[in-house]
């Protein structure tokens, strides 16, 4: 997904929004976007990647509701929210936390009325420069739902997704705060409190009738080195935490924040 970041002109990853790249163009957009009736499907997520994510939650909101001119336009999603089960569940097993800073996140955005079905004098760069400002903030309020704080775009550039779509593309950074203890042979317990650096991704596009906004976010380092450092030295955390849980605890804890960035990278551009 990274080769595409360099090009991060705003004007220009919004044109290419608005276009979809070659095979899609603003005509194909217009007369699909917003033309059905009913309920907004759930976005899918078609990477096998996903088998070992668990769904957490699903919604359904306007995303917002403005008036141009005599048309008001209403922006209705469908929201799907996944978290990493092995770190989840590692870390209600050692340290009784509920919830993980290994999230992932897929929205279908549905336009009514439909863009080709707008007054003359309102823009549908206009239209969809409102959608991408409505899209990147619902996903910053997700991360802070996942106890992800301080989030910030650290860079913004272009992707292909996998349906041949152009996606608007960030990275972010965030915090997370893990707090919990670990409990010691002595019998007393390590606190763990300091916050654990956050890394994150989110592509904005269309798919020739609905927006798709897709991210993710995981921690920058192994959740067990955060652990080894709240431990006293004379305690290794992999010994610590296999005692208290068992092996396959201690390697979901110990997985290298690229396996995450690679998983969020693929189920972002899977999903349709």
Do not use: K
Not at 188 to 207: F, K
């Amino acid at each position: 997904m990274d080769e595409n970041l360099g090009a991060r002109s705003t004007r220009t990853t919004r044109r290419r929004l608005l276009a979809g790249g070659a095979a899609v163009g603003v005509a194909g957009l217009a007369g699909c976007l917003g033309g059905r009736d009913g309920p907004v499907p759930a976005p899918e997520v078609t990477s096998d990647r996903i088998d070992d994510w668990r769904q957490t939650d699903e919604s359904e909101s306007t995303v917002f509701e403005q008036s141009y001119g005599p048309v008001t336009v209403r922006a209705r999603e469908h929201t799907r929210i996944f978290e990493y089960a092995p770190v989840a569940d590692a870390l209600a097993e050692t340290v009784d936390a509920s919830g993980s800073p290994v999230v992932f996140f897929a929205t279908r955005i549905d336009l009514r009325p439909a863009i080709d079905q707008l007054p003359a004098g309102v823009g549908r760069e206009r239209v969809m420069s409102r959608v991408e400002t409505a899209a990147t903030g619902a996903f910053r309020a997700q991360l802070r739902t996942a106890g992800i704080e301080s989030v910030a775009v650290v860079d913004e550039g272009i992707t292909t997704v996998r349906s041949g779509h152009t996606a608007t593309a960030w990275r972010l950074t965030g915090e997370y705060a893990l707090d919990g203890g670990i409990p010691l042979p002595t019998g007393s317990t390590a606190e763990v409190g300091q916050p654990v650096e956050i890394g994150a991704r989110l592509g904005v596009w269309h798919d020739g009738t609905d927006v798709i906004v897709a991210g993710g976010a995981y921690p920058t380092e192994p959740l067990l080195e955060v652990f080894d450092a709240a431990l006293p030295d004379s305690v290794d955390a992999e010994s610590a935490v296999t005692q208290l849980a068992d092996a396959e605890t201690a390697e979901a804890l110990a997985t290298d924040p690229a396996a995450f960035d690679e998983d969020v990278s693929q189920l972002l551009i899977s999903v349709e």
